[in-house]
């Protein structure tokens, strides 16, 4: 098959460059926004005069007939065409003749691939956003269904202090909304049009760039026509906001993956988010989330991938370039499977709190409090501290838990505790008296379930 940049040379390569050559098996998916971004420059050449009107309109009803005929089925990819662009300019050219060849007019490769990149990436970061609010929300609605189920709060994975179900699942959706914040962010910096800055000089041609930026909806242009072709930026900080986002759903995956086993059993997921074993019947296995959490090192891979083959690149626009889609799509997809599986985990997730509080009984995480009564006694801390330690010892070698230890045990180490001890070291009590913002009594947990809402 004849290139369309042949000229040159003869356009004759050897079928296994070609295949190296060709990106077309995965810029395929840019098909639309490849017509799309046409569509605005024809119709850019049209109100420019650098084409008739006669052959934008031309242009346009043939770039619109070839979108439908591929969303329709009509019309099927050329695999053998070296990439997207190529496939819809010779697809074009068929039907129209010599005024499909006038499309290329005032444009390169160069920006042309910059463009569909970038109208790409912006649309799937409206669709991660969309999955990530999705989890947010059940995250949200689980964490307000439980917000004052007692459980161990964590600290070097020992049980630490009292807190609430809600209040722990709250810190996960803290994160997911740094991760919206970012992904908007993002997308601000993406939303910058790179076309008309051709192979990387601009043209002679009186284009207008801001009426080709205006049509396909961005905010502005890139100010240099070195950097519209060669600026990458937007997708390793997109891939860069994804790998964030994974490794906070990792997290999360690890401590279900925690809470899920028999020596927690916090909670118990779903069975349509969990495998059996090929040889032992009684398991139930967490491969959903431990697949969560391993695909988080490859969407990792995915974003040093992209940096490593942006570090060494001279400008403007290298063939080292084109290794950038796999990498991102890659990425996004990844997480979007991941964000959606995610969701479902969570929704479905049945939530064990006798168990929680039995470990929190057992893990004497109200020592503390014991303490700070001690202190409100007139004890100084160090000392209070000492009697403290010595009261979970006796309770340890007894299986006594501080809620029920007689009172005349506690006095014989402190004869300053009275009755009063048992309200001190009651768990509820113990979380409710956390009330300062952002802590875990249900007041406070309540005050921040109404505002991650409100942001939502």
């Not at 003869?10 to 079928?15: K, L, Q, V």
């Not at 007019?105 to 669709?127: C, K, Y």
């Not at 997480?335 to 009984?361: H, I, R, S, Y």
């Not at 875990?440 to 939502?456: I, P, R, W």
Request: glycine residues 6%; proline residues 2%.
């Amino acid at each position: 098959m004849a290139k369309m940049w042949a000229g040159r040379t003869s356009g004759e390569t050897s079928a296994l460059a070609d295949d190296f050559n060709s990106s077309i098996r995965f810029d395929c998916r840019m098909a639309k926004q490849d017509i799309t971004g046409s569509m605005a420059h024809a119709a850019m050449l049209g109100a420019t005069g650098i084409l008739p009107q006669a052959d934008v309109e031309s242009l346009i009803d043939g770039l619109q007939g070839i979108l439908d005929d591929l969303e329709s089925g009509a019309l099927e990819i050329d695999m053998s065409c070296e990439d997207i662009h190529m496939f819809v300019e010779q697809v074009l050219t068929e039907r129209l003749g010599d005024v499909g060849k006038k499309l290329h007019t005032a444009r390169s490769r160069n920006d042309q691939v910059a463009l569909d990149l970038r109208l790409t990436l912006r649309e799937e970061i409206d669709e991660i956003s969309a999955k990530t609010k999705a989890l947010l929300a059940a995250v949200l609605d689980k964490a307000e269904a439980y917000k004052d189920a007692i459980v161990p709060g964590y600290t070097h994975l020992q049980r630490a202090q009292p807190i609430t179900f809600g209040h722990h699942l709250l810190a996960y959706a803290s994160m997911f909304l740094r991760d919206l914040d970012r992904l908007a962010d993002c997308k601000k910096r993406m939303n910058v049009s790179p076309i008309g800055s051709c192979a990387l000089a601009g043209t002679t041609f009186p284009t207008d760039r801001r009426f080709e930026a205006e049509q396909l909806g961005f905010d502005s242009v890139c100010l240099n026509s070195i950097d519209g072709v060669s600026d990458r930026d937007f997708a390793v900080e997109l891939m860069g906001a994804i790998a964030l986002l994974q490794m906070h759903m990792s997290r999360f995956a690890e401590e279900i993956i925690l809470w899920s086993s028999w020596e927690f059993k916090f909670v118990e997921l779903s069975d349509a988010f969990t495998t059996g074993s090929s040889i032992m019947p009684q398991k139930k296995n967490s491969d959903m989330a431990e697949l969560i959490r391993g695909k988080t090192g490859r969407v990792y891979g995915d974003l040093f991938s992209l940096l490593t083959v942006l570090k060494g690149l001279p400008l403007a626009y290298n063939k080292d370039m084109q290794e950038d889609k796999e990498s991102v799509f890659d990425a996004v997809d990844t997480v979007k499977m991941c964000l959606d599986v995610f969701a479902g985990m969570v929704e479905t997730m049945n939530v064990l709190t006798d168990n929680m509080k039995k470990a929190a009984q057992t893990g004497f995480i109200n020592a503390t409090d014991l303490a700070d009564y001690l202190v409100g006694k007139g004890l100084p801390f160090r000392s209070a501290y000492k009697v403290s330690g010595q009261v979970v010892a006796e309770c340890i070698k007894t299986g006594a838990v501080l809620e029920t230890l007689p009172l005349a045990t506690y006095q014989s180490f402190c004869d300053l505790i009275d009755e009063g001890v048992y309200d001190a070291v009651d768990l509820k009590n113990c979380v409710d008296r956390r009330n300062s913002e952002g802590g875990t009594s249900v007041s406070s947990v309540e005050a921040q379930l109404a505002l991650m809402k409100a942001m939502l």
